[in-house]
């Protein structure tokens, strides 16, 4: 049976031939929802009072600016931005996305600032920055960098490395007054730590997105479990958590999403964020990475009692 500190509210599911076929990050500015795919150079938006639907009309806010017309259309595994990080961060007094891309390969290190005000996109972390990220033993503990979060609680930035090759789990916290005064990542290092991720079936879980909860100082995030021996190749999905932890990385909550009969969900879990707090809860909305495949939307809830006690 499913955990009673967990509810599905709504669960739709997008064909691969849709505009939102490999998302891998959304976070809400207001009544606007933003998702972003790892494999295009535009944001998705629409209003997040409405349930998504096949009917919903996305905008598409193009990230990079060209001479030439801007391809709206997915790119290539190889050519592609790997935009693997979305999050809201107050930047300049006001809310703005960082859009993050994982750094595993050289056309992959750049992280940009997209303000929804005057729609300006800025480079904030460039190749010198990764170069720094990529240097980091407490960030990746030697395995090849794979950037697959970010998030932020208004004075720090959390830098989360996917580590499910090496099972090393790191993160780095930076000062984002510095990086807003024009520091380098380097120097605006505050922290780091280890997460414990739980494994499913022997196979080792990786951090998939994460989500600041300012009101509770909590951090909210997604593990995905899946089969693959490197940082660039795609595997079997066994499944995704939900993970709640503190500030510092203390794990305080872990959940296995499933069904309403209690089977595991076999899906890629790459994108958390808060919608609203109920009488029962605080409600998230979750998207998956389909890999070429179908990808989905789920609502959830998770239940006061979780929250109660932290």
Same mark, same amino acid.
């Given at each position: 049976?499913?955990?009673?500190?967990?509810?599905?509210?709504?669960?739709?599911?997008?064909?691969?031939?849709?505009?939102?076929?490999?998302?891998?990050?959304?976070?809400?500015? @207001? %009544?606007?929802?933003?998702?972003? !795919?790892?494999? =295009?150079?535009? &944001?998705? $938006?629409?209003?997040?009072? /409405? #349930?998504?639907?096949?009917?919903?009309?996305?905008?598409?806010?193009?990230?990079?600016?060209?001479?030439?017309?801007?391809?709206?259309?997915?790119?290539?595994?190889?050519?592609?931005?790997?935009?693997?990080?979305?999050?809201?961060?107050?930047?300049?007094?006001?809310?703005?996305?960082?859009?993050?891309?994982?750094?595993?390969?050289?056309?992959?290190?750049?992280?940009?600032?997209?303000?929804?005000?005057?729609?300006?996109?800025?480079?904030?972390?460039?190749?010198?920055?990764?170069?720094?990220?990529?240097?980091?033993?407490?960030?990746?503990?030697?395995?090849?960098?794979?950037?697959?979060?970010?998030?932020?609680?208004?004075?720090?930035?959390?830098?989360?490395?996917? @580590? %499910?090759?090496?099972?090393?789990? !790191?993160?780095? =916290?930076?000062? &984002?007054? $510095?990086?807003?005064?024009? /520091? #380098?990542?380097?120097?605006?290092?505050?922290?780091?730590?280890?997460?414990?991720?739980?494994?499913?079936?022997?196979?080792?879980?990786?951090?998939?997105?994460?989500?600041?909860?300012?009101?509770?100082?909590?951090?909210?995030?997604?593990?995905?479990?899946?089969?693959?021996?490197?940082?660039?190749?795609?595997?079997?999905?066994?499944?995704?958590?939900?993970?709640?932890?503190?500030?510092?990385?203390?794990?305080?909550?872990?959940?296995?999403?499933?069904?309403?009969?209690?089977?595991?969900?076999?899906?890629?879990?790459?994108?958390?964020?808060?919608?609203?707090?109920?009488?029962?809860?605080?409600?998230?909305?979750?998207?998956?990475?389909?890999?070429?495949?179908?990808?989905?939307?789920?609502?959830?809830?998770?239940?006061?009692?979780?929250?109660?006690?932290?």
């Amino acid at each position: 049976m499913m955990s009673r500190d967990f509810k599905i509210l709504e669960h739709f599911i997008f064909s691969k031939d849709s505009s939102i076929s490999a998302l891998s990050g959304v976070v809400c500015v @207001g %009544n606007d929802l933003y998702l972003v !795919g790892d494999d =295009v150079s535009y &944001l998705l $938006k629409t209003n997040q009072k /409405k #349930s998504i639907s096949r009917a919903t009309v996305f905008e598409k806010i193009p990230l990079f600016k060209s001479s030439k017309q801007i391809s709206l259309s997915a790119f290539s595994k190889e050519a592609k931005p790997d935009f693997e990080a979305l999050s809201s961060i107050i930047f300049d007094g006001q809310p703005q996305l960082l859009v993050m891309g994982s750094g595993s390969t050289e056309n992959r290190k750049k992280a940009l600032l997209y303000n929804p005000v005057n729609h300006q996109i800025r480079i904030l972390l460039d190749a010198a920055d990764y170069h720094f990220l990529e240097q980091a033993f407490e960030l990746t503990g030697g395995a090849d960098l794979n950037i697959e979060a970010v998030c932020s609680n208004h004075n720090d930035l959390y830098i989360f490395q996917r @580590g %499910n090759i090496n099972r090393h789990h !790191g993160v780095l =916290v930076f000062d &984002l007054a $510095k990086i807003q005064a024009g /520091k #380098s990542l380097e120097n605006a290092l505050k922290n780091s730590f280890n997460l414990t991720l739980p494994t499913l079936e022997g196979s080792a879980s990786a951090i998939s997105d994460a989500c600041f909860l300012v009101e509770k100082n909590l951090i909210i995030a997604t593990a995905a479990v899946e089969q693959t021996l490197n940082t660039y190749d795609d595997g079997v999905v066994l499944g995704s958590f939900i993970l709640l932890f503190s500030p510092e990385g203390e794990t305080l909550y872990t959940h296995l999403i499933q069904d309403t009969k209690g089977q595991t969900l076999p899906i890629k879990v790459e994108g958390i964020t808060w919608l609203e707090s109920t009488s029962d809860g605080e409600v998230f909305l979750l998207v998956t990475d389909s890999d070429g495949g179908d990808s989905e939307v789920l609502k959830v809830l998770l239940s006061n009692s979780i929250f109660a006690n932290q």
